[in-house]
């Protein structure tokens, strides 16, 4: 089992950056992917960022040259760095971990099948 705890959200003003932390705990060792994903009110969870085991990542094309992830593996921390935010970027953030055991040859997801573990989210709201 993999616990998964979010952190960091909160109210910003359009144009400002929030940094968002997802601590990991349990049986976390493993080739696996991590990644973020929002819900709005009324909408769909939809993946933003992925981390794949090899460092590789995806972003969803409505925040590629805003967002940024990363991991630091000695803190089994995943970020989600949040620059230019933008109203539409109001959502509960999750993040989510895929099974160990990752195929090498298979590119992480970046829709929600295949993530077996959540967190509980954290809000991000920003305001125009």
């Known amino acids: 089992q993999v616990q998964l705890v979010e952190s960091g959200g909160g109210s910003v003003q359009a144009g400002g950056s929030l940094r968002l932390s997802c601590a990991a705990s349990?049986?976390?060792?493993?080739?696996?992917?991590r990644a973020w994903f929002h819900q709005a009110p009324g909408k769909e969870r939809e993946g933003v960022a992925v981390?794949?085991?090899?460092?590789?990542?995806r972003f969803a094309d409505s925040v590629k040259g805003r967002f940024t992830i990363s991991q630091d593996k000695a803190k089994n921390t995943l970020y989600l760095q949040m620059n230019s935010l933008k109203p539409e970027d109001t959502a509960m953030y999750f993040c989510?971990?895929?099974?160990?055991?990752?195929?090498?040859?298979?590119?992480?997801?970046?829709?929600?099948?295949?993530?077996?573990?959540w967190g509980q989210g954290t809000q991000v709201t920003v305001s125009s």
């Open positions: 349990g049986s976390t060792a493993g080739r696996r992917c």
């Open positions: 981390w794949g085991s090899d460092g590789s990542t």
């Open positions: 989510a971990s895929t099974y160990a055991g990752w195929p090498t040859w298979e590119a992480c997801p970046i829709q929600q099948d295949g993530y077996a573990y």
